[in-house]
């Protein structure tokens, strides 16, 4: 009547991949593009980048083809900007409620200046002079 417990005494120390979660996590976000401010676009000047109809009163438009946001603040006013956050250069969202929000840290933009309301972001969207033709708004 013994109980033979049967040991089996080679032990397996089965390490298994033990410190594998180490990966470095790239805190650094994906934010698009390099820190190009471009000032003005060369060959810019007389073109027309909107149509004031897509301009809303307190919205506006981002014009892709010329990383330009172009807003109306108040009713007849309209600004343009570059549309490349200042902080790391992502491109600003359409505004809304006269501001425009950088998608990539939430920096905000007062659609009238183009001045930083919100950081991280400091400074301003580079500004470009426009004016009305007709229906259209002409950088000038
Ligand atoms: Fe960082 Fe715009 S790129 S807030």
């Known amino acids: 009547m013994s109980v033979n417990g049967g040991s089996g005494i080679g032990r397996r120390q089965a390490l298994g991949a ?3 979660a180490a990966c470095g996590v790239a805190a650094l976000a994906a934010c698009g593009g390099g820190e190009s401010t471009d000032r003005q676009a060369p060959g810019i ?10 301009v809303p009163v307190g919205g506006g438009t981002v014009v892709k083809q010329y990383r330009i946001v172009v807003t109306q603040p108040s009713e007849g006013v309209f600004k343009a900007f570059g ?4 902080h790391r250069g992502c491109a600003v969202s359409t505004p809304k409620d ?7 840290h939430g920096s905000e933009f007062d659609a009238e200046t183009g001045a930083a309301v919100k950081g991280p972001a400091t400074g301003k969207l580079v500004a470009y002079q426009v004016k009305v033709e007709g229906d ?5």
Request: charged residues 15%.
């Open 136 to 140: 259209g708004i002409v950088v000038v």
């Open 45 to 54: 000047k007389g073109k027309v980048i909107a149509k004031t109809a897509d």
């Open 18 to 20: 033990a410190g594998m």
């Open 98 to 104: 006269n501001v425009m929000t950088c998608p990539c």
């Open 83 to 86: 549309a490349a956050c200042p």
